[in-house]
């Protein structure tokens, strides 16, 4: 028995467009206390997490380039009309 080959009628999901990842543009736009560097890191799409660290204020040479997080959050960051519009999902449940 021969095996014919036929169409599926399977809907087609669109591959969504390359993201650009937004991680330099939010360290650069979220607040941040003097003492404070963020750190953002796309987590897929338009998810990102993004950390608030400090240096660890210490005589021991070894530790002095360590740095603590004072504070993480879960974002969702989209860019509409060259403006970063900012979420925060930290808390959402």
């Known amino acids: 028995m ?4 036929k169409p599926h009628n399977h809907p087609v999901q669109q591959a969504s467009p390359a993201m650009d990842d937004l991680s330099q543009a939010i360290n650069q736009s979220v607040e941040k206390q003097p003492d404070e560097e963020v750190r953002s890191v796309r ?4 998810r990102y997490r993004c950390n608030w660290w400090t240096r660890q204020k210490t005589t ?3 530790s002095s380039t360590s740095g603590v997080i004072k504070r ?8 509409v009309a060259n403006k970063l ?8 449940r």
Do not use: M, P, Q, Y
Request: proline share 0%.
């Open 2 to 5: 021969a095996h014919e080959d």
């Open 43 to 46: 987590v897929f799409e338009d």
């Open 60 to 62: 021991d040479w070894l």
């Open 72 to 79: 993480s959050k879960f974002l969702r960051v989209t860019l």
């Open 85 to 92: 519009i900012i979420e925060d999902l930290s808390n959402c």
